[in-house]
């Protein structure tokens, strides 16, 4: 099983960007699915953007367009570049691995849009 930690957050205004990493330690980190989660106060933790062991992605609605996520099996990691941010992005970000069974969580990093 892996253990991610991701690392990038912080705060930017409306418009502005942020790359998110995770980094994964490890084995066999090409054969996980893995996926950028969200959790804003109050709300339930929602799914953001998600790449696929075979390189295929899935995005939320919301960030279509504005988010991308990529992944680096030589480097054990998964990026979420972030574009145009809007106030309503601002939540905890989650790095998630899964595999079957296996299923690991990094520990959040704080993503905060405010002008």
């Known amino acids: 099983q892996v253990q991610l930690v991701e690392s990038g957050g912080g705060l930017v205004q409306p418009g502005g960007s942020l790359r998110l990493s995770c980094a994964a330690s490890?084995?066999?980190?090409?054969?996980?699915?893995l996926g950028w989660y969200r959790q804003a106060p109050g709300k339930q933790r929602e799914l953001v953007a998600a790449?696929?062991?075979?390189?295929?992605?899935n995005y939320a609605g919301s960030v279509r367009g504005r988010f991308t996520i990529s992944r680096d099996n030589a480097k054990n990691t998964v990026l979420l570049q972030m574009n145009s941010l809007k106030p309503e992005d601002t939540a905890v970000y989650y790095c998630?691995?899964?595999?079957?069974?296996?299923?690991?969580w990094g520990q959040g990093t704080q993503v905060t849009v405010s002008s």
């Open positions: 998630n691995a899964h595999r079957g069974i296996l299923n690991s």
């Open positions: 490890g084995s066999m980190f090409s054969i996980y699915d």
């Open positions: 790449i696929s062991s075979g390189g295929s992605t």
